[in-house]
Every structure is written in C-alpha cells, then in structure tokens.
C-alpha cells in the first residue's frame, strides 16, 4: 500500500463534473477578472463564516498585508504573533514595515499562549496576530479581552481554519479582520492560489477592496476619507460600470494587485458546498487516530480545547523519534510531514530581531517532535488501518 501525505487527485473525481463545467462556462463567458462570479462567491463564504464582509483576494499571504495596512500598521508598530506557524503569518508583519514579537505556543493545542501576551505588550504594540494553526481555533475570547484591555486590534491567521467554530461562532466572525488561504492544500483549496478578508466592519472591508486593486475608484476615494479624513466626491459616486468605467483610473493608495480570479472563485463556491461534509470526515479520522494512538506510551496526540470545533487541518503528534519515525513510515510508503521544523524566531530572515536558541521554548521544542499524518477526507479505513498499524509496529520494535 502507499499512502500519501495528501492526494487531491481522489478530491478532484468527486467534484470533477461540477467543476468542469462551471470552469468551462466561465472561460466562455468572457468575464476572467472580477465580475459576479467573485461578488457571488464573497457573498456565499461571509454567509459561510457568518461575517458581514468577504474580501476575495489572491492568496492568503496578501490577505495578512491587506488587512495589516488597512488598519494602518506600519512603521515602528509591534505585532504579537506566535513562532509557531507557516513563515507567512510575521513575513507580512515585516513586510508592512511593523516588528513581529513572539509569544511562547501551549503544548497541548500548538496555539498562542494567552497568559504570556501582556507581558509582551508595550506602547509600540498595535495588534494581537493569532494563528489558529492546524485548524483548531486559538483562545479568541481571552485574547479580544486581552485587546480590548489595551486597546488593540485583533487580527486572525485563518488560513488553516476554515470552518472551525468557537462554540456556535464560526472562525471568520469574531476578530477586527480574519485572513484566509485558497492554497490548494487548505481545507477550501483552490486550483491555484487565493484568499480572503472577512470583518464585520464596512471601513475595514472598503479599505481591502482598495488595496486590492491598486486604490482606485470608488473603494480608493472611500479608503482615503477613512484612513486621511480627506473627501472625494469620487465617493459618494455609485458608477460601476464594469465595461468602461472612468473612475477606475482615479487613485488614491499606493496599494496592490491582489484579485481572486473569477475562475477560481468558481470553483470555491462550488467546493464550499462540500467543506462541512469534508471537516467532518477529517474529524472522524482524527478520532480514529486519538483511539488508536492516543494510548501508544511515546506518543502525544493533539488536545482540543473545550468548547471550540477544530477542522484538522492537519493532525500533528509528538514524538521524541521524529525523524526516526517519518524513516520508518516512509519505508512502509506511508507520507508524513514535519510541520514547522524552524520556530520563526530562530528563521535566519528574522536573525535582525535578535531571538536566540530557549528564548520560547515549547515551540521550540514542538518543531523538534512533530509528526502531522495523513488526514485528508478521502482516505479509505484501509489506508487509515495501514497507518495506525505502521505506527505501532514503530513503537513495538
Ligand atoms: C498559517 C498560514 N498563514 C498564512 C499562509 C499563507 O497563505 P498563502 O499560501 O495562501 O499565501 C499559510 C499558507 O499555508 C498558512 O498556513
């Protein structure tokens, strides 16, 4: 048997039909950039999250950027985020010109450890960065106290969590802005890249939609009466005409190209239909693995905090043989993954901040143990079998 860390070719044949033809009816339709099959899809995923606001924008990465400057972090600011995560997640705080600080994770859930934000907090500081990695949400609600105590801005790192829910609060509707990822590895993967801003605030949302298209138009002389006060009769003009429209060749941000291809925005609503029956597959096979696993002595299995519904983005054990482990599976043509082997405080791109081996020790310690298994919704109980028992031959040896 061989067993792939992720297969998205077995995905593709379930939603193939649908898929093709809707692709096929938009390449003939004309309409590539923008345009209802977008406007469409922005509606369904903030009806999907429960948001006020969608932002369609061209991956995950541009999303933290676009959701940074429109809350204008900059310069000098301070962002508090956790050092374990995809690089992507503080590159866009450097790249808004702001500093990431790192907070320690918990052991249990890989998550940002709230009892160690304030300490971090500092007049520089001007939003808390949570990442609700591997699908299971972060302590939101003590972290908005945290916030709302010092007056900060909540800005989510959604991109491996599309679905998950805080009691009956879904991921996507409770921060100042949460930023997701279409990369076709998410649990809403596109065919290529893409992403999305979700708030509940209209100046948040109509500053995004600025920036993501170069800070034109209505949206540029909209964002600029929020962000500078100043007024643009631009901006109280309603023609959007998508053909010819004049007013598109007005700016009034340095801003950015970051659109979401009306293809792709095809192709995610119709796979957004299927991504509840999809988590609940990758909730049934980490159950699985916690029944078959969670008893090996050697091996820690992941811990849901109460009351939140995780989406299993990946499923991540620790083990002190790690590398010896992911040998032994790939000998049995089992795939494996080491998500993240670097802290990003130890990332030689951010040795200009100065962190040092111990500063944050338990994610350290994390990117040393762990393990993520196979967990896409496809698997069949045979390959699942195939790699328990893998495993527990491992640890019978
Ligand atoms: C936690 C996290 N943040 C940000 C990103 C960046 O998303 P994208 O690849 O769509 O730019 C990813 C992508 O994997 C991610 O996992």
Redesign the pocket.
């Known amino acids: 048997m061989n067993v792939k860390i992720l297969d998205l070719t077995r995905q593709y044949e379930i939603i193939r039909e649908k898929v093709e033809a809707a692709v096929l009816e938009q390449m003939a339709s004309g309409a590539y950039i923008g345009g209802k099959a977008v406007t469409d899809f922005e509606s369904k995923f903030a009806g999907y999250v429960g948001a006020k606001y969608a932002i369609a924008l061209n ?4 999303a ?1 950027v676009i959701a940074m400057k429109a809350l204008g972090i900059g310069q000098d600011d301070e962002i508090i985020t956790t050092p374990f ?2 690089f ?2 503080a590159e866009t705080v450097a790249m808004v010109g702001a500093k990431p600080v790192f907070v320690d994770v918990c052991k249990d859930t890989y998550n940002i450890d709230v009892t160690k934000i304030e300490e971090k907090i500092t007049d520089k500081t001007k939003a808390i960065l949570p ?1 609700h ?1 591997f699908g299971q949400p972060a302590d939101l609600d003590a972290i908005k106290e945290i916030a709302d105590k010092h007056g900060l801005y909540v800005i989510e ?1 959604a ?2 969590a599309v679905g998950s829910a805080i009691g009956d609060r879904k991921i996507g509707s409770i921060g100042d802005a949460a ?1 997701f ?3 076709p ?2 649990n809403l993967g596109a065919f290529g ?3 999305m801003i979700t708030t509940n605030d209209e100046k948040i949302a109509t500053i995004c939609r600025a920036y993501r298209e170069h800070g034109g138009a209505q949206n540029g002389a909209k964002a600029r009466f929020y962000l500078d006060g100043v007024k643009d009769e631009l901006a109280d003009n309603t023609s959007n005409d998508p053909l010819y429209n004049p007013y598109k060749y007005y700016n009034y941000l340095i801003a950015y190209n970051s659109r979401l291809d009306a293809i792709q925005a095809r192709v995610l609503d119709i796979k957004l239909d299927y991504l509840d029956g999809f988590n609940a597959r990758r909730t049934e096979i980490a159950s699985f693995y916690e029944k078959e696993l969670g008893g090996i002595d050697g091996v820690v299995t992941p811990q849901v905090r109460q009351g939140v519904t995780p989406v299993w983005h990946q499923y991540a054990i620790c083990v002190k043989e790690k590398d010896e482990l992911g040998r032994f599976l790939a000998s049995k043509n089992i795939g494996s993954a080491a998500f993240y082997p670097v802290p990003l405080h130890l990332q030689k791109a951010f040795d200009y901040l100065g962190y040092k081996e111990g500063d944050l020790p338990v994610a350290e310690e994390l990117t040393k143990e762990t393990v993520c298994l196979p967990i896409f919704p496809e698997l069949t109980s045979e390959e699942l079998d195939y790699i328990v028992e893998g495993i527990k031959e491992f640890y019978r040896r």
């Open positions: 991956s995950g990465t541009d933290l995560t995809f992507a997640t990442v990695i790192d991109c491996q930023c990822s279409f990369f590895t998410t890249d893409g992403g």
